[in-house]
């Protein structure tokens, strides 16, 4: 089987070729079954194009250090991601996977392009600071791909911490921890909400907001998957909260 990808993939290669012209843009011909062929207009001021093993996808390096993939996309290879702003200085192709080489002059794990497009400093180690203030590091906002100088990314109103410790997304705005409640005919109720692994849930209720709250004796692991609760208070008015931790 190893045998056989290798011999697609050599093919591909030779089929498919583009080459960087004087103008400082791509020319591509040949197998097209993706659109590999199809250079985006936006593709301009090329230092290198990327060439070998890439089935079905191109990319070319841009002189202000970005980078552009189109073509097949099933694995992702042509995302770009965000964090590879201005700071690429080669790239490559594998068979269904792309790489790309990015300096980072301070070797905080932050590309210096990042750094400098949001204000941090590319030759300190800040990795380990919290710049806007949210709970997350620099370089967890970096691996996250969310602003490090902007508390709420998808200005849902809810911080890029503590959506990082509920598990939503943080690019998200439609993401978002919710708990839902189902009244049964005997007055019992279904408490229900999405876990997520690696988080642990402790659920608490009140009958009125000026007592204290009450939790369940136990605290919930989250696997991926709907968490449900039945309480069977028998009627009457009832307040619910969960609470989330991440260790």
């Known amino acids: 089987m190893k045998f056989l990808f290798f011999t697609i993939v050599f ?3 030779v089929v498919f070729w ?3 012209v004087s103008e400082n843009r791509v020319v591509a011909w040949g197998l097209n079954s993706d659109g590999q062929c199809d250079v985006p207009a936006s593709v301009t001021n090329v230092l290198a194009i990327a060439t070998g093993t890439g ?4 990319m070319a390096l841009l002189s202000d250090g970005s980078v552009a993939a189109w073509g097949r996309d099933e694995y992702g290879q042509c995302d770009v991601p965000a964090s590879i702003s201005t700071s690429a200085v080669a790239i490559a192709t594998g068979g269904r996977h792309a790489l790309a080489l990015v300096t980072d ?4 794990g932050m590309s210096d392009g990042w750094e400098v497009a949001y204000g941090l400093d590319p030759i300190v180690n800040d990795a380990s600071l919290d710049k806007d203030g949210d709970g997350l590091t620099n370089l967890q ?5 969310t602003f490090p100088n902007n508390a709420d990314t998808d200005n849902d109103g809810v911080s890029d911490g503590a959506e990082w410790i509920a598990g939503t997304i943080l690019t998200d705005a439609a993401s978002r921890f919710e708990l839902e409640c189902k009244l049964q005919p005997d007055g019992s109720r279904y408490l229900i909400w999405e876990g997520v692994s690696g988080r642990y849930y402790s659920f608490q209720y009140c009958d009125s907001l000026t007592e204290s709250w009450q939790s369940y004796p136990f605290e919930i692991s989250g696997s991926d998957s709907f968490i449900t609760l039945l309480d069977t208070c028998g009627g009457g008015s009832r307040f619910y909260r969960v609470k989330v931790r991440k260790p």
């Open 11 to 13: 093919f591909l290669w």
């Open 141 to 145: 906002e970096y691996n996250e791909r």
């Open 18 to 20: 583009g080459q960087a």
């Open 55 to 58: 089935s079905e996808h191109s």
């Open 105 to 108: 002059s301070d070797a905080d």
